[in-house]
């Protein structure tokens, strides 16, 4: 596919100016359009937008600022050059902050010029580039990037990707190493402020004393340290997304300063006085029960309230053990290329184990488990012994394990019958036993009780536990 080639408008009523600028740019490689005047440029770029328009501000039938406000009308993206001669500059400084890109006085080097459309035309195509990679993350990390094969799962994505629509705000929550910060992603890169910043902030990691200015930013001199001003989240965050994890842990005095930004849209940086008007959406999210917290009296029923406009809740991985196999194979394939080893996949047994583990650290856990055997690994497979020890080390005692705690309670096994028959009906108690004790996960059970999980199913089908006694 051909690449576009870059177009300039050139406008200006001297047409000695504009054949000169014609023949400078197209030398350039750009492609060059001309106008006389204002009314001629506006119709000209509402046929074709180009990518920089050079333009004169004092021109007949309309001024060069009337055209520049008309041409930013139809594309805000447009770079808008002025000519002015020198006793114009205020008014061309003026035109910049209504948008212009920058402004050259008459008369003018010719270089100054080539530089100058050369500076916009690269960052117009860094913006483009910037677009085109917000969109990509849109795919990527949007609801659909959420792996899982869980129905509660399932409808998690289908509700992110509803809320992402709106400009509601959400509140995560729920154990640690979940995926709050992959749904909080989801949440801004499926929704209109896609092509804006998404700025993370953990509440936990950062000293009490500084998080407001962490928040707020400061002014030159607000406190020993603060040699200049400094841009807070909320700034680096306009017209996108801010996402304050572990809000749980914010002190109630920052607590009031948050509520009143939520309610205002605005606030002041640290030791000014000048309130700022912000544009950011609020995702917020936690690991603990904010609801207890707010009747303990140390989380604002208020703040909690403005928070909770929407909730999500994630799953943590014990409950959806149909994901461990497609996470684990997921990570395998981050880990392998990132290590640059090629590795098929997992050995049943290494499956077995993690598919028996409880995993509770969740999907973090889980990665960083998939990651050490990546780094481990001898073979061509992940084998059990590349996992991290707690996975892998069953429970000692298998009775235990079972949920068997002493010989009293297989009582009730008559003497005076068949050994294989006797031996046949205390496996069947060990195995309902242990299957009730670990939530009928038969990979779970099978580690528990010290054999393969193919060697449980044999069981299961010899003593007639069918498949209300036991779930995959």
Known sequence: MSVPVPSVLVVDDDEAIRRMLTAVLTKEGVAVAAAQDGVEATEAFRRRHADVVLMDIRMPRMSGLDAMKAILEVDRGAAVILMTAFAEVGTAVKAMRDGAFDYVIKPFDIEEIRLLVRRALEIRTMRADIVSLRRELSERYGAEGILTE??????????????????????????????KELVAAAVHYGSPRATGPFVKVNCAAIPEGLLESEFFGHEKGAFTGAVGRRQGRFEQAEHGTLFLDEIGEISTGLQVKLLRVLQEREFERVGGANPIKTDVRIVAATNRDLDSMVKAGTFRQDLFFRLNVVTLKTIPLRDRPEDIRLLATHFLERFTAQNDVVIRGFDPAAIDCMLAYAWPGNVRELANAVERAVVMSTTSVILPEDLPESVVKPERNPLAAAGVESPADLDGVEVGRPLRELVNEFETKVIRA???????????????????????????????????EGAE
């Open 150 to 179: 869980n129905p509660r799962m399932m409808e998690l994505r289908q509700t992110v990707a509803k809320v992402a629509r709106s400009n509601a705000t959400v509140l995560i929550q729920g154990e640690s190493g979940t995926g």
């Open 434 to 468: 242990a299957l009730a004790h670990n939530g009928g996960n038969r990979a779970r059970t099978a580690v528990a009780l010290g054999i393969s999980r193919r060697a449980l199913l044999y069981k299961l089908q010899d003593y007639g536990l069918g498949a209300r």
